[in-house]
């Protein structure tokens, strides 16, 4: 049997993209899928405006809290995928990258925060089904 494959989701203040991605993944993989996220200069609490566009969706991201990108975490990894980090995140061979060309929900209204919510949801469901797991 194949080890369960584990997801990175990577942004810079993991606060508000990535918190997303992994409430996403985490929701629609049914446990299939470790899913973890973290940043390269994490902030001190995550985007309140992204936890209720979350919410609206009944997705509960408030237990999640921004953590720091090791080494480890990337290099342990099956797929790590990229939010706007650029060239703060580490390369390692034999991990697959993805970089997901998304807003970045800092500073904006919740309407922009539920659009690249939604952004964040269907770039999931298209992870999934290249897993091959069933949403």
């Not at 990577?10 to 985490?26: E, I, K, P």
């Not at 939010?83 to 990258?97: A, N």
Request: negative net charge; contains cysteine; hydrophobic residues 40%.
């Amino acid at each position: 049997m194949a080890a369960k494959p584990s997801v990175l989701f990577v942004c810079v203040h993991n606060a508000g993209r990535s918190q997303m991605a992994q409430g996403f993944l985490t929701h629609l993989a049914g446990g299939a899928i470790d899913v973890r996220s973290a940043g390269t200069a994490p902030a001190d609490t995550i985007n309140p405006l992204a936890v209720e566009a979350m919410a609206e969706l009944g997705i509960d991201i408030t237990g999640q809290t921004p953590k720091i990108l090791t080494p480890d975490t990337a290099e342990t990894s099956t797929v790590v995928i990229t939010m706007g980090c650029g060239d703060t995140c580490p390369y390692f061979p034999g991990v697959s990258y993805r970089d997901w060309k998304l807003d970045d929900p800092a500073g904006q209204d919740l309407d922009t925060v539920r659009a690249i919510r939604d952004q964040i949801e269907q770039c999931v469901r298209d992870l999934l089904s290249e897993l091959g797991i069933q949403s």
